[in-house]
Every structure is written in C-alpha cells, then in structure tokens.
C-alpha cells in the first residue's frame, strides 16, 4: 500500500470479507490508503492478524473480526459490534470464497454445497444484513460482489464455483434494481487470474499458472493492488450513476476466447498484412 494518499473515503466504514489475503487484502489496502476505516473478517485469526499489522505500519485503519459468511449469527452480531461505535458499514465488499478444482463426477454432495453456501449464501447472508442496515440508516451504500468470468462462460473443474458466482451475478443485478431507490449501488468485480492470492496458488502448481499466464492476451496475471484500485474506483462518487454494473478486469482473456485467438498472435498479423 502507498501511504494514505488521500482522504477521498475519510469516515467511511468498509468491510472486506475474507479480507486478510489475496484478492481481499489488495482491496482492503487500497480503502484504507484513501482513508476508510477498513473491517476484515474471515474465519482465521492467522490470515486476519497479518493484514491488520500491514495496514496499520502504513498508517491505515483496520479492525479485524472472526466471522464465517455461512453463519448468521455470526454476521448480525458483527453489525451489532460494529453499531457500538460507528453509525454502521457504508461500504461492503462480499470477496469471501472458497473453490477447489474437481472433475464434477468426483464432487460430492458436500462438496457443492459447502462452495454454494459460502459464495453464493454467503454472499446473500452478508448483503442482506449490512445491506438492510443501509437502507434502514438511510444515507445510501455501496456493495462490490466479487465474482469470475467463468460466471457466464462456465468452466470445467469448476461447477460449484462457476454456478455459485453466475447467481451472484444475478444478485448483483437483482438488487441494484430493487435498492436503487434508496441510494444503494451494488456492482460486481470479475477478475480474471490475480497473482499472489489462494485462487492461484491454493488452486494451481505453477506451470498451471504459466500457462494460464501465457493464454491471456496481456501476458501476465492482475495484481491484487489493481482490483483494489477498481474497487475505489466502484466505490467512489465518481462511480455513483453506476449500478448493477461487472466489471471485468482480466487482461482480456475471455475475450480473446473467440475462433480467431490465435490468429491475433501470428506475426503476419503483427505486421499488419494478415
Ligand atoms: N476435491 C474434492 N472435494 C473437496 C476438496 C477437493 N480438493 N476439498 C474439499 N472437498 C470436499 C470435502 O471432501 C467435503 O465433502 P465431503 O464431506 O463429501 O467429503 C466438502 O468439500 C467440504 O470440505 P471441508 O474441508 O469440510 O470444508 P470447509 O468448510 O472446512 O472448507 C473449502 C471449505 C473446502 C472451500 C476450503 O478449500 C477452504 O476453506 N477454502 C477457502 C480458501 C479458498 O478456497 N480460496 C480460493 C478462493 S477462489
Ligand atoms: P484467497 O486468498 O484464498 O481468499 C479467500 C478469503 O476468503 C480468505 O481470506 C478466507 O479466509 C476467506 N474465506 C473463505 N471461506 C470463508 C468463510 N466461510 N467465511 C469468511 N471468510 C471466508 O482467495 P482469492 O484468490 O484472493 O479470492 C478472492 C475472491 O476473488 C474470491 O471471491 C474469488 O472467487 C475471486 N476470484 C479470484 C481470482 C484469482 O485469480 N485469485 C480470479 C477470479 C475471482 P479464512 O480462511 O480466514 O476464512
């Protein structure tokens, strides 16, 4: 993180769920670097405890709470704790997920569900809690869902996930309609593979992600740092007629899916004389 920068979300609460690593910490840096005071929660102490040590050494504001997004009560007793010293969370960011990769016919009944409660329950569980606060509070709110592309394109390995994060879209959308009127915006972030997080590394040996790395038309992974850039972006004024709104930030790779990917890399094409 760059020292706070500026006060662009000075009094503004943030949660970040599952925001101790990966994905969540860049997010979670870069709020606290504009000022927010910055709430991570996730189910481990020794993935929170780090995070709020890095955030603090820069001179951000960060708290950090146990709270497993499957569980309810653990989420309204968060908002509880929250409302002894704060008006309530002004911005919440749903990142928490968990995703293994399997062949579907080796996927137990256990296996879908646990990755269907803790993405897409959780997501719900999260949203409607903080969210009804908002607009009980009534002085608007922000939502960011983190989702995938493989949300509409589907994926092989990974048919808990892809299913999960496609209803979470259709949460995101649902909900920017239904909230609007009272000044909720609620977005989607769908990143394509970002370095240094649990999604590449828990779930990928290396030469998985080499290769991964070399099909995205940008020749290299995101940095946590940009979806959390992305994320303020989201959050900011400067996005506030923006709702309901994924946006992808992959490099272009599901884009450059289409008959012709190959052709783009062919030095014929290069040169500009296909
Ligand atoms: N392959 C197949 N099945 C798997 C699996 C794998 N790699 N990992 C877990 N499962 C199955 C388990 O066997 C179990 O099913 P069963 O009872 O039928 O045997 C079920 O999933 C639940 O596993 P459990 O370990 O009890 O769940 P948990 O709640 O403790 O942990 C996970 C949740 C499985 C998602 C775990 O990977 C996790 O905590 N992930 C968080 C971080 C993460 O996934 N980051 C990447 C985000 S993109
Ligand atoms: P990560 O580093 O593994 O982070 C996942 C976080 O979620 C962890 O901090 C974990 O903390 C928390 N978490 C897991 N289960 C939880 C639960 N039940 N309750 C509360 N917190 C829980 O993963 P990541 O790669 O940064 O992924 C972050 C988000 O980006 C996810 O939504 C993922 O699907 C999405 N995404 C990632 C990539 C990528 O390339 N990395 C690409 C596309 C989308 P605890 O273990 O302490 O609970």
Not at 84 to 101: P, S, Y
Not at 180 to 201: C, K, S, V
């Amino acid at each position: 993180m760059s020292q706070v920068q500026d006060r662009l979300f000075a009094g503004k609460v943030a949660l970040v769920t599952g925001g101790g690593t990966g994905i969540g910490k860049g997010i979670a840096k870069e709020l606290a670097a504009r000022g927010a005071h910055v709430i991570i929660a996730s189910r481990s102490l020794e993935n929170l405890t780090p995070a709020v040590a890095e955030v603090t050494a820069q001179g951000g504001s960060i708290e950090a709470h146990i709270m497993d997004v499957r569980n309810t009560d653990q989420i309204e007793a968060l908002l509880k704790t929250v409302k002894q010293t704060r008006r309530g969370i002004d911005f919440l960011v749903n990142n928490a997920a968990g995703n293994f990769l399997v062949p579907t016919r080796k996927l137990s009944y256990n296996g879908w569900k646990t990755v269907i409660d803790i993405v897409l329950n959780g997501t719900f569980y999260c949203t409607k809690v903080f969210g009804e606060d908002m607009i009980e509070r009534g002085e608007g709110g922000k939502i960011i869902n983190i989702v995938a592309t493989y949300a509409w394109h589907g994926s092989p390995g990974v048919v808990h996930s892809a299913a999960a994060k496609a209803g979470v879209v259709a949460l995101t959308r649902s909900l920017a309609v239904e909230w609007a009127p009272y000044d909720l915006q609620i977005n989607a972030i769908a990143p394509g593979p970002i370095e240094g997080t649990g999604g590449q590394e828990r779930l990928f040996p290396d030469e998985v992600v080499e290769a991964v790395r070399q099909s995205i038309p940008a020749k290299r992974l995101g940095q946590t740092s940009e979806v959390g850039k992305a994320a303020a972006f989201l959050l900011s004024p400067d996005a506030s007629f923006i709702t309901g709104e994924v946006l992808t930030m992959d490099g272009g790779a599901w884009l450059g899916k289409g008959m012709l990917e190959r052709f783009a890399e062919m030095p014929t094409f290069r040169k500009g004389t296909p």
